[in-house]
C-alpha cells in the first residue's frame, strides 16, 4: 500500500519530469480561469459603478422623464424621448404641489467650448439653482449662477474642475468669458470634484441656466426633471398627484413617465448582473476545453508510462490506487493553473483600476472560489478515465509491451 506522503511525492515527481505536458495543462487551466476570473470582475465592477451612481441621487428624489412606460417588465426609458415635450412651464407648474421641496429642470447638449484661443468639445447642462441642491454638489470658487423665471436669465456658468484646466491652465478663470459656440457666458463659479453624475464626469461639464441652454440648443423640452421630496412616505401620493397635473396640462394624454432610484437601481442590478453571468458563462466554455486538454495529456501520460504502471502493480499497488496517481497528478496541475490564472486576472484587474479609478474592478469571492472548485472537478473528472484505463492494466501486460519495442 502506498503511504500518503509517497503518494503525492511521486505525483510531484511525476509533474516536474513530464515539463511538455505539466506547461501545456497549467497554462490551458490558466487561461480558462483567467477569463472567467477576468471578465467576472469587469462585469461585477460595472454593476457596482451603475448602482453607486444611481444611488448617490438619494431615496428621495423622483425623476420626471417624456414618453410612457411601465418600469415593470423592462428599464424605463433614460433617453429623454417622448411623443410630447416636457416643457420648463410644466416643470415649474408642479411646484404648486405640496410635499416638493426642489425641482430641477435638466437640458444636456454637446458643444465646443473656447477660452483664450483654446477649444475643446464638452458636455454642456442647462439646469438651475435647485439642481445643485439635489445634488448635493459644491464650489471651490466663487458663486452659483441664478436663474430667473419671465426673463432671460444673465449670462453666467458653472465651470467643472477639470474644464477649468484645460481651457485656462495655471491663469485665473473666475468671472473670465467663456464661449460656447456663438454664445458667451461669464464664469461664475468652479464646481469642486464630485465624481460622475448620470454616466459622466462633472469635472468635464459646464453648467448654464436651464433657459439658456433651451436657446442654445434650439429646443423646448427639457432632457428630464428631477424632484425632491420632502418625505418618502409620501412618494405613491406624489406620482399621483405629478401625473395627474401633467396629463391636464397635456390634453389627457399621460405621456410621461416617473422613476425613482430604487427601481432603477432594481431593474439596472437585475439586467446587469444576468449579463455578467452571461459572460461569466462564456468564459467559463474555456474550461471545458482546458478539462479536454487534460483527458488528452493524460491519455498520452498512460500511454508513456505503461512500464511504470507495470512495475506498480507488480510491487502491490492496487488499481484503485494506480487511478488515485494519475488522479492526483491531473488535480494538482488543474489548481495550480487555476491558481496561476487567478493571480494574472487580479494583476490585470489592478492595472484597470489604476486606469479607470472610478470604476471599482473586483472579482466577487464568490467567482474565485467557484472558479477555483471548477478548474479542481475538471481536472479530477477529465482525467478519470485515461486514470480508469491505466488502473485496468494487467501487470504483466504492461511490462511485455514495454519489454517488446
Known amino acids: 500500500m502506498?503511504?500518503?506522503?509517497?503518494?503525492?511525492?511521486?505525483?510531484?515527481?511525476?509533474i516536474v519530469r513530464q515539463r511538455f505536458r505539466t506547461a501545456m495543462q497549467l497554462l490551458a487551466m490558466a487561461i480558462g480561469v483567467l477569463a472567467v476570473v477576468l471578465l467576472t470582475g469587469i462585469g461585477e465592477g460595472g454593476r457596482r459603478f451603475v448602482m453607486a451612481e444611481f444611488a448617490s441621487l438619494g431615496s428621495d428624489v423622483l425623476i420626471m422623464l417624456p414618453?410612457?412606460?411601465?418600469?415593470?417588465?423592462?428599464?424605463?426609458?433614460?433617453?429623454?424621448?417622448?411623443?410630447?415635450?416636457?416643457?420648463?412651464?410644466?416643470?415649474?407648474?408642479?411646484?404648486?404641489?405640496?410635499?416638493?421641496?426642489?425641482?430641477?429642470?435638466?437640458?444636456?447638449?454637446?458643444?465646443?467650448?473656447s477660452a483664450g484661443g483654446i477649444s475643446r468639445e464638452s458636455m454642456v447642462m442647462g439646469t438651475n439653482q435647485e439642481f445643485f441642491k439635489i445634488r448635493n454638489l459644491q464650489l471651490s470658487q466663487g458663486q452659483w449662477f441664478t436663474t430667473r423665471e419671465g426673463r432671460r436669465s444673465r449670462p453666467e456658468c458653472v465651470v467643472g474642475s477639470r474644464l477649468r484646466d484645460e481651457l485656462f491652465g495655471p491663469n485665473k478663470a473666475l468671472g473670465q468669458w467663456l464661449n460656447i459656440a456663438d454664445y458667451r457666458c461669464r464664469i461664475s463659479g468652479i464646481l469642486?470634484?464630485?465624481?460622475?453624475?448620470?454616466?459622466?464626469?462633472?469635472?468635464?461639464?459646464?453648467?448654464?441656466?436651464?433657459?439658456?441652454?433651451?436657446?442654445?440648443?434650439?429646443?423646448?423640452?427639457l432632457f428630464r426633471v428631477m424632484l425632491q421630496v420632502r418625505n418618502t412616505e409620501t412618494i405613491p401620493a406624489l406620482i399621483t398627484a405629478?401625473?395627474?397635473?401633467?396629463?391636464?396640462?397635456?390634453?389627457?394624454?399621460?405621456?410621461?413617465?416617473?422613476?425613482?432610484?430604487?427601481?432603477?437601481?432594481?431593474?439596472?442590478?437585475?439586467?446587469?448582473?444576468?449579463?455578467?453571468?452571461?459572460?461569466?458563462?462564456?468564459?467559463?466554455?474555456?474550461?471545458?476545453?482546458?478539462g479536454v486538454l487534460i483527458m488528452n495529456m493524460t491519455l498520452i501520460g498512460v500511454a508513456q508510462r505503461r512500464t511504470e504502471i507495470g512495475l506498480l502493480k507488480a510491487l502491490g499497488a492496487s488499481s484503485r490506487e494506480v487511478r488515485s496517481l494519475f488522479?492526483?497528478?491531473?488535480?494538482?496541475?488543474?489548481?495550480?493553473?487555476?491558481?496561476?490564472?487567478?493571480?494574472l486576472a487580479q494583476i490585470l484587474l489592478f492595472a484597470l483600476r489604476q486606469r479607470f479609478p472610478e470604476v471599482p474592478f473586483a472579482t466577487p469571492l464568490w467567482a474565485i472560489a467557484a472558479a477555483l472548485f471548477v478548474a479542481g472537478s475538471a481536472g479530477f473528472l477529465?482525467?478519470?478515465?485515461?486514470?480508469?484505463?491505466?488502473?485496468?492494466?494487467?501487470?504483466?501486460?504492461?511490462?511485455?509491451?514495454?519489454?517488446?519495442?
Open 2 to 14: 502506498i503511504r500518503l506522503d509517497d503518494h503525492f511525492r511521486f505525483s510531484l515527481r511525476a
Open 67 to 113: 414618453g410612457r412606460k411601465e418600469t415593470t417588465g423592462g428599464l424605463p426609458p433614460l433617453s429623454g424621448e417622448g411623443t410630447r415635450d416636457i416643457t420648463l412651464e410644466d416643470a415649474e407648474s408642479l411646484s404648486r404641489i405640496t410635499g416638493i421641496d426642489a425641482i430641477a429642470a435638466i437640458v444636456v447638449g454637446t458643444s465646443r467650448l
Open 192 to 221: 469642486a470634484d464630485s465624481g460622475t453624475g448620470f454616466g459622466f464626469d462633472m469635472g468635464d461639464v459646464l453648467l448654464i441656466p436651464v433657459d439658456n441652454a433651451m436657446q442654445i440648443f434650439d429646443t423646448e423640452g
Open 242 to 290: 405629478i401625473e395627474n397635473q401633467m396629463q391636464t396640462r397635456h390634453d389627457g394624454q399621460l405621456d410621461i413617465t416617473i422613476v425613482t432610484p430604487d427601481s432603477l437601481l432594481n431593474a439596472f442590478n437585475q439586467v446587469l448582473l444576468i449579463m455578467t453571468l452571461a459572460v461569466t458563462g462564456i468564459a467559463a466554455i474555456s474550461l471545458i476545453v482546458a
Open 327 to 343: 488522479v492526483t497528478e491531473s488535480t494538482l496541475l488543474a489548481t495550480s493553473g487555476a491558481v496561476l490564472g487567478i493571480v
Open 382 to 405: 477529465f482525467s478519470w478515465i485515461p486514470a480508469h484505463r491505466a488502473a485496468s492494466l494487467p501487470p504483466v501486460t504492461a511490462l511485455q509491451s514495454q519489454a517488446g519495442k
